[in-house]
Structures are given as structure tokens and as C-alpha cells.
């Protein structure tokens, strides 16, 4: 069945799919993903990127891939300081591994679906010798042998085989210029070439949601600061322990956003990147939410939000016209540069008292803050032009700015200006608050 969601949800995509075009983004998927089979359907959405023009770097882990063959082989795994050491006889084990889990990879992005295949083009993937590694060495006396570290990447070669339009699939090996091959991290490789390349994003798959705090609830969106944070305090799953300060670094070395999504959950990918909230963790350089100045330009978003609210009669009727007029008495608050709020504040020449008008914020975002956000940043301009009082006239949300330190007034108590503008018949009640 059809619905207006899917219009509400198009119309929200679109503009990623948009801004995301001819971007670079890389995806971390670990050994286990691919080894319970959870990449089948992240295939088919990786296509689906892939057709609308992303460039695509794919990393894969393959750990569980090592253990099982090490069993099988009656070999004994050894760790050092979190890192395998990797023998002679490890690493020819590594080298089958990533066969393992490169083939399994590679068939499953050439699974043709129709919905992932567009016009019949085949996603085309090229791998080789993109990375070069050095020995890790000797750790406390502990020789880490094949155990390997980035040591360049060639954006060059990658970058070329991105342009063609083809997807580079990275497994955690490189080699070196003596010509021997080193088994590093899927997560190393990852942040390494994000960085190398500039890349939009780094999103790593993850085992859960992404981040989860000591209260039970995903943690949707964090600077690189407070991710730090959270890993110094919270005690946080296996895998988002292990990732998490690769995403702080990445964002910390120019990648704008690195995300934890989802590897089992179906369409999680597509959700957190074609949504404005996501539905997993994200950790954005940049501050997402926005408070500036309206310009002419979002009158008509600042109508979206307030003609619901004039046909509920909870705001007054303003013209577009006297909204082109006075746009510089108002502010907005952007979301990924979507707009979600708005509110004006109206000086009165010869009075120390200035009025908060228009404050709204869309109704899916009730719940987010952004009238409070709102009224902070006019109680602040306020202050700024060293104004005593701000005041509002209201009939119907008295209750939200009482309890935001409003106090009911006499319109005695208004500008003069301002009193002799006021609709009796209207009724609205004055409330004032003393800054
Ligand atoms: N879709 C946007 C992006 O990919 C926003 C994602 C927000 N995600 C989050 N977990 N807060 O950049």
C-alpha cells in the first residue's frame, strides 16, 4: 500500500542521494559479517550506492576466517598486546583467509537482483597491490614477525580504479618493498585510506546498533570529543570499543562523519545514510544543528513551519510579504542543513524590552530541544543588545513559557509601540521574562 510516508521518506532521501553523488565512502565489514552470512543483503544496498554514483572502498576483516583455519590446522593462535603475532606458518594461513573471505565477497557483489543491477550494469570490482605495510617489529621482546602496519597507501592506483566506477575491495593484507606480504587490521586499513582519500565517509558495521549508553539507548550522533569521552567512561560492546577511536581519529584527520551501522539489521546502511537522523552512531567533525540568521532564501521553509500553527490559530497570520520584510528579525535552526525551527525577535526603538514571535519547530521534532535551543539563542541576542526584559504574547502556550521563567504581565507592561498594535479580540495574555 501506498502512503505519504514514502513521500515524507523520498523527499528526505533525495537530497543525500544528491549531496552523496561522486563522494567517497568507505566501508569496514568485519570477518564475522561475512562469515554469518550477514553480507548477502548488504551486497545488494552496496549496489544500490554503488548505481547512485558513490565511489566505494570496501574493507574486509577476516579474523574468525584465521581462527577457523588455524583450528583446522592444529595450529595455536598467538596475541600480543591485542595484535596476533603472525608466524610463518600463520601467515600462510592469513593468505588463505583472505581468499576465504574475498571470493565469498566478490560473489555476492556480483549477485545480480533487479532491484540492485541498474540498466544491467555490473558492479565491477578491482583489487592488487594498493597497500603498502612495514613490520610492526619487536613489541616488549615479543616478535611480531608478519604482523603488519599501513605504511602508504597508493591513492593514485585507487583512486583510478574509483574513477572507472569500479568498487576497490582492500583485504587487511600489504606488502612490502622486499616483496613480503604483512597481515594488519581491517580497521588500520580502513581509517588509513579514508584519510588517504579524502573520503566523505567511514561507516563501520557493527555487531549492534553502534553506540550504547549506561541507560540502555543508542547514542544517534557525537563529536569526536565526547566519543572520546564515552570510551573512557562507558563500558561499551567488543566491536564499537575497537572501532570507536578509529572513527575519532578518522573525523579528527579530515573524514567529515564516520558512522557505526548496523550489520545484521536489513536496509540499516540505507537508513542511517538517506535519513536526517540515522539509526545508528555517527561521529561528525562539524556541529550538525544550526542556528543562524533567516534569509530571504527560507521564507518559504519558515511558511512550512508557521501556516499549520496560523489554521490552529496558535500563531497569528502573517503575510509572505511581511515575512520578506522583517526576515531579519528572525533566526532558524538547521539540522544537516534541513530547517526544523524558527523564531523572531521584534526590538521596539526607545524601550529595553524586545518581543520573542513566531517560535516554532516542526512537529516531527517536538521532542529534540529546538524550541528551548530557540529561546536561548533570542535570550542571548537580547542580552548581547543589552536589553533588561523579553516579552511574548500568547494565547494558547502560556504553560511552555512559564515554566521557562516567563511571568505573567499587564500589557500595560508592553512598548508602546507595541500596545497600541494589539488585537483585543485576540485575548492573548503578556508574559514577560527579566534577563
Ligand atoms: N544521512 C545523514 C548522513 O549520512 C545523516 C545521518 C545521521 N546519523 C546519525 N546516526 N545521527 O550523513
Redo the contacts with the bound molecule.
Sequence with gaps: MLTPEFVNSFREAAP?VNAFRGKTFVIAVSGETVRDGHFASLAQDINLLASFGLRLVVVHGIRPQIEGLLKQHGLTRRFHRERRVTDPPTMNIVKQAVGLARYEIEALLSMGTPNAVIHGNQLRIAGGNMLTAQPLGVLDGTDMQFTGLVRRIDVQAITARLEAGDLVLLSPIGYSPTGEAFNMTMEEVATHTAIALKAE?LIFLVDGR?VISLEDKLI??LTAQQAEELLASVPLKQDVAAYLPYAIRATREGVP?A?LVSSKEDGALLM???????????VARDPLVKLRTASIDDIAAILGLIRPLEEQGILIKRSRELLEMEVGNYSVLEH?KRIYGCVAMHAYPDSDSAELACLAVSPERRDAGFGEMLLKHVEYQARTRRLKSLFVLTTRTAHWFVERGFVEASPEALPEGRRRQVNPERGSKVFIKTL
Design positions: 543525500y565517509k553502534g544517534s550522533t562523519r558512522h542511517e545514510l538517506f535519513t536526517n537522523f540515522g539509526n545508528g552512531t555517527m544537516d
